[in-house]
């Protein structure tokens, strides 16, 4: 139950806050005020972890205006060796939970701040985003095409790595997540049905 709205005990308009806005889309038969919204923008390479993060994400979120925290995912992984053939991907690198302790770090100071006034939203990139850090797109696409169930060994080790960084999310208290399929459009993969599988 998310502050008494399952069970209908919405507050009116006047006295919502944004996060109470943003529920009462869900729960509520009547009209909103307004339609909420958020805008989005990566910060600049200083501003990606720690305290520096969390008070950026903060200054955007009250200097817009917006409706919601969303979190940048902006976690950098270490050099790899780049996938060169389909056999490859059975030895994409798995990241344990305490891989994404920097993040959840920044997760649960945004929440700690913000909670009370907005819904706090994490960023989320697909595995097949996630993949693209191994190989270049043509490359996986290539590599879809010549052995897809060799490629699908690494795409399941990236949904896990996916897996990890929600599961320390949602520890550390966050409302939900915004998820980017970028990079894995149906468009890509014309003529075969990797895209469905």
């Known amino acids: ?9 919405v507050r009116p308009y006047k006295d919502m806050n944004k996060r ?3 529920l009462s889309q869900i729960n509520s038969t009547t009209p909103p005020a307004y339609v909420p919204a958020a805008f989005f923008m990566h910060f600049d390479r200083p501003y990606h972890h720690g305290q520096a993060a969390i008070d950026k994400h903060l200054e955007f979120f009250r200097s817009t205006g917006m409706d919601f925290v969303k979190i940048q995912y902006e976690q950098s992984l270490p050099p790899l060796p ?8 059975a030895h994409a690198p ?14 649960e100071g945004l929440v ?14 697909s595995p097949f985003m996630w993949a693209r850090h191994l190989a270049e797109d ?9 052995n897809p169930e060799a490629v699908k060994k ?5 949904t896990e790595n996916v897996l990890n960084l929600v599961r320390g999310c949602r520890r550390a208290g966050i409302d939900g997540f915004y998820t980017s399929s970028q ?5 890509r993969f014309t003529g075969t049905d990797s895209f469905r599988k």
Do not use: C
């Open 82 to 89: 780049p996938i060169r053939q389909p056999e490859d991907w």
């Open 138 to 146: 043509v490359v996986l696409a290539d590599h879809l095409k010549e």
């Open 1 to 9: 139950m998310l502050n008494g709205y399952l069970y209908g005990q």
């Open 20 to 22: 109470d806005t943003v």
């Open 94 to 107: 798995l990241y344990p939970e305490a891989f994404f302790e920097a993040s959840v770090r920044v997760v």
């Open 112 to 125: 700690q701040a913000a909670k009370d006034e907005a819904l706090v939203i994490m960023t989320l990139y």
């Open 154 to 158: 690494g795409l399941e080790i990236m």
């Open 183 to 187: 990079g894995g459009e149906a468009f």
